[in-house]
């Protein structure tokens, strides 16, 4: 059974600064690709990054290039997600995944909210 639980959203103003976490159990997650995903309210939930099972590859929506950098600890269990200069359009909420594919994950976390308002 594998769960994922993200942590670390809140509401911050522009130009701020957030870390997500995503705490994953089970000997999947460590096999396979992590990725967080958005969902903006009246939008479809879009791809944000994602991390290979060893942490060496990493891809990230174009949105977010050289603002945003994902990471995962060594015991490949924890995935983080360091949003920098935060704008207005990143207010979403943040899911985990994991999976085999990166566009099409096994598994889900709950999500967690991310408001950047003024």
């Known amino acids: 059974q594998v769960q994922l639980i993200e942590s670390g959203g809140g509401l911050v103003q522009p130009g701020a600064s957030l870390r997500l976490s995503c705490a994953a159990s089970?000997?999947?997650?460590?096999?396979?690709?992590m990725a967080w995903f958005r969902q903006a309210p009246g939008k479809e939930r879009e791809f944000v990054a994602s991390?290979?099972?060893?942490?060496?590859?990493?891809y990230y929506a174009d949105s977010v290039k050289g603002r945003f950098t994902v990471s995962r600890d060594s015991a490949k269990t924890t995935m983080f997600l360091q949003m920098n200069s935060l704008k207005p359009d990143d207010t979403a909420v943040y899911y985990c995944?994991?999976?085999?594919?990166?566009?099409?994950?096994?598994?889900w976390g709950q999500g967690t909210q991310v408001t950047v308002s003024s």
């Open positions: 995944a994991t999976g085999r594919v990166i566009l099409n994950p096994d598994y």
């Open positions: 089970g000997d999947f997650v460590r096999k396979n690709y």
């Open positions: 991390i290979s099972q060893s942490g060496g590859s990493t």
